[in-house]
């Protein structure tokens, strides 16, 4: 009785283990066909934002640049002038930030 029965879930057992090896060959097919055909439609498309996120950040820059020179006094100096504009942009307590425009951090 006891053999039988030990029989009997070895068996199932077995057969849960034949099916489980059959879903993940199945889940593998679709995986690689996934793999095959949109990563590349994807990569293109994670290309492309890039390239806009460069664009917005060089604008996004240059405007800052724009709003802090203009903010600052002109001095004899380029790179003095420039040096001031960061550090007037940079410390909020600094006497050449006296506008009504928002800090960016």
């Known amino acids: ?6 029989a009997a ?3 199932e057992v077995l057969r849960e283990y034949a099916q489980l090896a059959h879903s993940l060959d199945q889940m593998n097919t679709v995986i690689a066909g996934i ?3 949109q990563v590349s439609i994807l990569t293109d498309k994670l290309r492309e934002i890039e390239r806009k996120f460069g664009l917005v950040y060089t ?3 240059a ?3 724009a709003i802090v020179k203009e903010d600052v006094p002109a001095q004899p ?3 003095t002038n420039t040096a001031t504009a960061m550090q007037a942009y ?3 307590s600094s006497s050449a930030t006296t506008t009504n425009r928002p800090a960016f951090l």
Do not use: G, I, Q, W
């Not at 009785?1 to 030990?6: P, V």
């Open 9 to 11: 879930l070895r068996d």
């Open 1 to 6: 009785m006891a053999l039988e029965t030990t």
């Open 63 to 65: 405007s800052v640049y």
């Open 90 to 92: 940079h410390d909020p």
């Open 35 to 37: 793999n095959a055909e």
């Open 77 to 79: 100096s380029a790179t």
């Open 59 to 61: 604008l996004f820059k």
